[in-house]
T-cell receptor, first 109, second 112 residues
Framework: GQNIDQPTEMTATEGAIVQINCTYQ??????LFWYQQHAGEAPTFLSY??LDGLEEKGRFSSFLSRSKGYSYLLLKELQMKDSASYLC??????????WGAGTKLIIKP | IAGITQAPTSQILAAGRRMTLRCTQD?????MYWYRQDLGLGLRLIHY???????GKGEVPDGYSVSRANTDDFPLTLASAVPSQTSVYFC???????????FGEGSRLTVL
């Protein structure tokens, strides 16, 4: 079966760095997405990785290792507004997205 | 402002009633999707449409139907609502098979 695993909840301090991991087992691979979802709102796109390596976009970076079925989202200089759920999703061989349950990130002052 | 509009935002519904959730996008995206999101679970695909005139079943299609008469509209119908259909429903769209998904603001449905 297809499976996406990510931690349920993480806590970090304002100004610090946090890494949210995602491991996956899917039928084929056509890329991995990270989305941010604030409580009561719609998910919004953060990043897309299809090749191995690190993609940096401001305070957020996303890493992919296809051979290990592994990705992480790195958030630097954490701000209170970064408190949200972070969703990992893999696009399978049929170009359908398989979603993880999301990681709720709590930022403390 | 370009994007996806869902209606209603929130609805309480008696079991057995018929309900249609509306979704309209003005980005001219080919592909549209309906997901449900429940606490502790990932987004689950209900139905999708790769282009106007075609639809397909996702992971949890039972009890739901969709239609895609044109590019912009993709309504989701619950023929006879049951309490297990209490959820937050998101409509999404993207251009082609590999682009990022754009989501509507969601419709919170409670079936009593």
């Amino acid at each position: 079966g297809q499976n996406i695993d990510q931690p349920t909840e993480m806590t970090a301090t304002e100004g610090a760095i946090v890494q949210i991991n995602c491991t996956y087992q899917t039928s084929g691979f056509n890329g991995l997405f990270w989305y941010q979802q604030h409580a009561g709102e719609a998910p919004t796109f953060l990043s897309y990785n299809v090749l191995d390596g690190l993609e940096e976009k401001g305070r957020f970076s996303s890493f992919l290792s296809r051979s290990k079925g592994y990705s992480y989202l790195l958030l630097k200089e954490l701000q209170m507004k970064d408190s949200a759920s972070y969703l990992c999703a893999v696009m399978d061989s049929n170009y359908q997205l398989i979603w993880g349950a999301g990681t709720k990130l709590i930022i403390k002052p | 402002i370009a994007g996806i509009t869902q209606a209603p935002t929130s609805q309480i519904l008696a079991a057995g009633r018929r309900m249609t959730l509306r979704c309209t996008q003005d980005m001219r995206h080919n592909a549209m999707y309906w997901y449900r999101q429940d606490l502790g679970l990932g987004l689950r695909l209900i139905h999708y449409s790769n282009t106007a005139g075609t639809t397909g079943k996702g992971e949890v299609p039972d009890g739901y139907s969709v239609s895609r008469a044109n590019t912009d509209d993709f309504p989701l119908t619950l023929a006879s609502a049951v309490p297990s259909q209490t959820s937050v429903y998101f409509c999404a769209s993207r251009q082609g098979n590999t682009g990022e998904l754009f989501f509507g603001e969601g419709s919170r449905l409670t079936v009593l």
